[in-house]
């Protein structure tokens, strides 16, 4: 929510013409993108970091070793 408000005040800034907005405008423009991309990188990153950090693992040998730990609990 917080991150919302912020955005959309500084889209404002972004947008805004008049006395000023040549010192606005850029600060406006870089406020949004410094809030914007990092969401969209943990979006896209946290889809992504399961599967490169452990890859799934179907050989017999690990399914031996799944089952011979089962079969060790009491």
């Known amino acids: 929510m917080a991150t919302m408000a912020a955005l959309l005040g500084a889209l404002a800034l972004a947008l805004c013409h008049g006395d000023g907005a040549?010192?606005?405008?850029?600060?406006?423009?870089?406020?949004?993108?410094?809030?914007?991309?990092?969401?969209?990188?943990?979006i896209l990153l946290s889809s992504t970091w399961p599967s490169t950090d452990c890859p799934a693992d179907s050989s017999e040998e690990s399914t031996r070793i799944a089952l011979r730990f089962r079969l060790e609990q009491p």
């Not at 010192?23 to 943990?42: E, K, Q």
């Open 22 to 42: 040549e010192l606005r405008v850029p600060l406006g423009i870089s406020l949004v993108s410094g809030l914007h991309l990092p969401d969209a990188d943990v």
